[in-house]
């Protein structure tokens, strides 16, 4: 499916524009390879406009970056550059671009892969396994707030001056960010501050601790001084998840991150900005059609609209999942959804029988177990498209001692529901048998539904039910 998406490339200067060149390679072998293209458009930024333009940043080289879909940028600066004014010199290049594109979350993962462990200076039992995300707000701060100068108070005495400052929004922002972060991740978020001696670091933590109150369901969080934090990331690095902070401090830690990695070349960076208030789309692409299941989105800053909208596009959930305070609603297949839905059909056949496959198996390793588990059951002549491998668990397991051990292994695992519809506040009036839901309550209580794609392979089945068989024994 091809794209006329706009990608703009700036390479910069120093190590920037031999990154770049590669880079178009995997854009190129994307063309190519997987009908996946871009229109693109390069520009000159940092130290190579300003040997060109006397600017590190052009009005013209800016104005085609704001009409783009995205940038690929390179690096600014280097020695040469040193003795130029500082209004001139390439960061600045960079620092405008942030602020006129409204880049205010910048993610920076740092991952140790196994064959890069000795490339740390770091020991690999210290390293080993390492990744987290540090998340740098980007526009605010100490490199853009006013008053910044160097006045003379005298003809042998100067003083420079800047000023860390931050609003209540633009720390709930890169919050929220932080959270949404870390429910992808492991759930847990350090915020990272200097509370105990700056007044900026008092109002962010303040923010965050009132954030989570509010929006951070199911996220652990902690704070954390950013001195200490440094200290931490050379200690045990892998006690982190998601690291939240500001610009200052951000920008420090960051690098500090990559040279657990072995270099500051082996960490990536996106620095992204908020979707435009008006931005919807919905597809769950879990399902075998992808596209075509439950769910939606709508992107907004307005907190009351997110709160409505994200409540109504689920069901109508309330604070808690699968317990609803509204009778919901779901979007269904838009425009982008018909796109993917195109593309999925295509391979909807063999991706039924890949599935299949994978319900064969877990009937086969489970049902070997012998641990009195009801597996699901398909009649003659149905086929099911197995977006879910549901079993039935005997009452005498504890489901959530079950979940949590296989949690531990990285086995993810769900339920629908755990409270029956009929019990949620919308639907307390709705008409039910007289005999009452016994069916319902029993499967509420004991359904656990285990992880389900086309492409788990049989040793993976195996492992899982291995797992399954030791969390039997230790319930």
Known sequence: ????????????????????????????????????????????????????????????????????????????????????EFEKRPENGLLRLRKEMDLFANLRPAMVFPALVDASSLKPEIISGLDILILRELTGGIYFAEPRGIDEINAELKKGYDTNLYTTPEIERIGRVAFDMARARNGKVTSVEKANVMMSGVLWRE????????????????????????????????????????????????DCAAMLT??????????????????????????????????????????????????SHVHGMGKNRYEYDRI??????????????????????????????????YNKHLNDLKLNIKLPLIKNKCVSSWAQYTIILPENIDRSKLQEELKSKDIPTAIYYPIPLNEHEPYKNFPISKSGLANTNYLARNVLSLPMHPYLTEDDIISISKNIHEAFKNN
């Open 1 to 84: 499916m091809s794209s006329n998406r706009t990608l703009m490339v700036l390479p910069g200067d120093g190590v920037g524009p031999e990154v770049v060149n590669e880079t178009l390679r995997v854009v190129d072998w994307l063309a190519k390879n997987k009908n996946i293209s871009f229109n693109i458009r390069e520009g000159l930024v940092g130290g190579a406009s300003f040997d060109k333009f006397g600017t590190p940043l052009s009005d013209e080289t800016l104005a085609d970056t704001m009409d783009a879909d995205a940038v690929l940028f390179g690096a600014v600066g280097g020695p040469k550059y040193d003795s130029v």
């Open 207 to 254: 923010v965050m601790i009132n954030l989570h109150k509010k929006e951070g369901a199911g996220i652990d969080i902690n704070h954390m001084y950013a001195d200490n934090c440094a200290m931490q990331l050379v200690r045990d690095p892998n006690q982190f998840d998601v690291i939240v902070t500001d610009n200052l401090f951000g920008d420090i830690l960051s």
């Open 262 to 311: 072995g270099s500051l070349g082996m960490l990536p960076s996106a620095s992204l900005g908020s979707v435009d208030k008006n931005t919807g789309t919905s597809f769950f692409p879990a399902k075998p059609l992808g596209c075509y299941g439950d769910g939606g989105a709508i992107f907004t800053n307005d907190p009351e609209i997110y709160q409505i909208a994200n409540s």
């Open 328 to 361: 919901g609603m779901n979007a269904r297949i838009s425009t982008i959804q018909a796109a993917i839905l195109l593309e999925k059909l295509e391979i909807f056949p063999s991706e039924l029988r890949k599935r299949q496959d994978v319900a064969n198996n």
